[in-house]
């Protein structure tokens, strides 16, 4: 049975995965002072809660937070009796080498999507992800990750926006009613809903461009289903992709 962790800089999610579907997924905060055995202690009452008494044979783990690998690592090794596959690490292979500058440092999360969503739906893609940050990943037909673009993430901009002007409050990442706001608070939701519609039309426009041949967009993470409501964004919704992708990697290793 193997155990997949995505580890971000926000969330961390566990993913119990039978060989065929996944029987379970957990979400945590990240924080690298969590040990070994906290981890194990959270995971296993989840797992005695949900009634799955499995043995974890196998353990997969991608992570954009490196601090907290070592603990991930410890809580394998004393718990499960296994070395984990780490993302990124010279003994985990990928079905595609990435094609980009020599030394160039590219995230974990980008390796797996870019495996998941080949898996699923072949090559020329651009995988648009909302995490932290938000991420255009450009996948080749081969399945090679091949460059990409940053951006910054939703809740952040709305975060630094309240940071940077003390009368600008806290608001949800919503659909606003209409695009003029007649309050602060309307005003900030549409902002940043239609001002975010527009960042990935245009990047995803600007890289289709470049790339010269059609592609289909890939949308993943929490905020993805909200965004596809302002417009046709996506050619399809992948709730599961980066936990899919570590199923990916996973099988290429021990094929």
Sequence with gaps: MLLAIDCGNTNTVFSVWDGARFLCTYRTSTSWQRTADQYFVWLSTLLAHDGIDVPITDVIISSTVPRVVFNLRVMTDRYFDTRPLVVGKPDCRLPAEPRVDEGTQIGPDRLVNTAGA???????????????????????????????????????????????????????????????????????????????????????DRIRGEYERPMQVIGTGGLAPLFSQGDVLFDTIEDDLTMHGLTVIYRFNKG
């Design 118 to 204: 080949h898996d699923r739906h072949g090559g020329d893609l651009i995988v648009v992800d909302f995490g932290t940050a938000t991420t255009f990943d450009v996948v080749a037909e081969d399945g090679a990750y091949v460059g990409g673009v940053i951006a910054p993430g939703v809740n952040l901009s709305l975060e630094a926006l309240h940071q940077a002007a003390a009368a600008l409050p806290h608001v949800d990442v919503t659909k606003p009613q209409q695009v003029i706001g007649t309050n602060t608070v309307a005003c900030m939701q549409s902002g940043v809903f239609w001002g975010y519609i527009g960042l990935i039309r245009g990047i995803c």
